[in-house]
């Protein structure tokens, strides 16, 4: 003897079993719609990893496999072997795709513990390359000059060695062969180079 039931909004009559099957997809359809979009194809593979062959897989298991999922991807935080760490949307993106790639040749799947053990992973591996790049600006602002250092010495352009060249001419100096006067060097130049530019005995006399 079947016992059947009566849907209070539709009049639907039907063994009682539907209604409580029913019942469990509404909660595993909930609970899918908590876990970010990103992720919601690589999850519904990931459930079909937990499937029994030659069968469906059973709408409470389902909504226990989800609703465990979804808690601990909401949380943002993933514990494994009594360490908690953050497990940002990326960490589960690539443990899911590594899963999914490569799945474990014991099938199936009896809870989410190899996937944890790959999101754990792959959150330490995040963790790591972000301390790396931090690590990086520190000491690539560290080698900056300071800011009160001498500014580098800039090339001269061509515009710059004529002018230098039209203010030695009217100082009455030789410009070099070629036409064009180097740039002095501080603390190198000789005693006619540092004479050179200076005014004629006439023009200082008034």
């Known amino acids: 003897m079947t016992i059947r039931g009566i849907c209070p909004e539709c009049g639907l009559s039907a063994e009682l079993a539907a209604f409580v099957t029913q019942g469990e997809h509404n909660q595993a359809l909930a609970a899918a719609l908590e876990i970010p979009a990103l992720l919601g194809p690589r999850v519904v593979r990931y459930l079909g990893l937990h499937r029994p062959?030659?069968?469906?897989?059973?709408?409470?298991?389902?909504?226990?496999?989800?609703?465990?999922?979804?808690?601990?991807?909401?949380?943002?935080?993933?514990?494994?072997?009594?360490?908690?760490?953050?497990?940002?949307?990326?960490?589960?993106?690539?443990?899911l795709d590594k899963l999914l790639e490569r799945p474990p040749s014991k099938l199936p799947l009896s809870g989410h513990g190899y996937l944890f053990e790959?999101?754990?992973?792959?959150?330490?591996?995040?963790?790591?390359?972000?301390?790396?790049?931090?690590?990086?600006?520190?000491?690539?602002?560290?080698?900056?000059?300071?800011?009160n250092a001498s500014p580098a010495v800039r090339e001269r352009s061509t515009?710059?060695?004529?002018a230098e060249h039209r203010r030695l001419a009217a100082q009455g100096g030789k410009p070099?062969?070629?036409?064009?006067?180097?740039?002095?060097?501080?603390g190198k130049q000789t005693i006619s180079q540092l004479l050179e530019g200076a005014p004629r005995p006439e023009e200082g006399e008034s």
């Open 159 to 162: 515009e710059d060695v004529l």
């Open 53 to 95: 062959p030659s069968r469906a897989l059973a709408g409470a298991k389902a909504v226990r496999l989800l609703t465990e999922l979804r808690d601990v991807i909401v949380s943002g935080r993933i514990e494994r072997k009594g360490i908690s760490r953050p497990a940002p949307l990326q960490a589960w993106i690539a443990a």
């Open 176 to 186: 070099r062969a070629g036409g064009k006067e180097a740039a002095p060097r501080r």
């Open 118 to 147: 790959i999101v754990a992973s792959e959150a330490d591996r995040l963790d790591a390359e972000a301390e790396k790049r931090k690590e990086e600006a520190v000491r690539s602002g560290a080698s900056a000059p300071p800011s």
